[in-house]
């Protein structure tokens, strides 16, 4: 699986949006972006994937760029309960084997 | 909400004990796996389950570690002789074969003093 790189931390205001950059320079064609978040003392939550297309669901939304080299989550309206940890992970589909977390980002939302 | 869930959430125990913990996945899952975590580190790999078979051991998992899934639902995962190096929290996860989005219980939080 591909590695990624994304910065230690962050702050966003409350309600504003909050961009997740993920640099993934070494994608493979048939490997995947996901991004999981985990806040404090819990287990890693799913929240979005996707392969080449944008992508959005109730939680978030998923910008992949053209060459896929690197993607970007948005939370668009952050709230304190978005404080967590949000780890972007490259891999297979369908391959079900492990997957490799980082160290993620450390995202503080503030008032 | 039949989510993953994992008992005891935490366990603290001393140098030498053994302790065992479980996971229960969501419901029509037949792939388990096992993660550790550390302060400060991602969850890291330690083994997986389809239906009843383990087909992969991390490295990690020394062999003061064993895991069993014997009906192919819920999943042990027993330290023997622990130690300090131990102290984790311990998560599994689950998913639907043929599917790779894997979903994640709450943890066991392991202290060994």
Known sequence: DAKTTQPPSMDCAEGRAANLPCNHSTISGNEYVYWYRQIHSQGPQYIIHGLKNNETNEMASLIITEDRKSSTLILPHATLRDTAVYYCIVRVLYNNNDMRFGAGTRLTVKP | ?113
């Open chain 2, 1 to 113: 909400d039949t989510g993953v869930s994992q008992d005891p959430r935490h366990k603290i125990t001393k140098r030498g004990q053994n302790v065992t913990f479980r996971c229960d996945p969501i419901s029509e899952h037949n792939r388990l796996y096992w993660y550790r975590q550390t302060l400060g580190q991602g969850p890291e790999f330690l083994t997986y389950f389809q239906n009843e078979a383990q087909l992969e051991k991390s490295r990690l998992l020394s062999d003061r570690f064993s895991a069993e899934r014997p009906k192919g639902s819920f999943s042990t995962l027993e330290i023997q002789r622990t130690e300090q190096g131990d102290s984790a929290m311990y998560l599994c996860a689950s998913s639907l074969e043929g599917y790779g989005t894997q979903y994640f219980g709450p943890g066991t939080r392991l202290l060994v003093l």
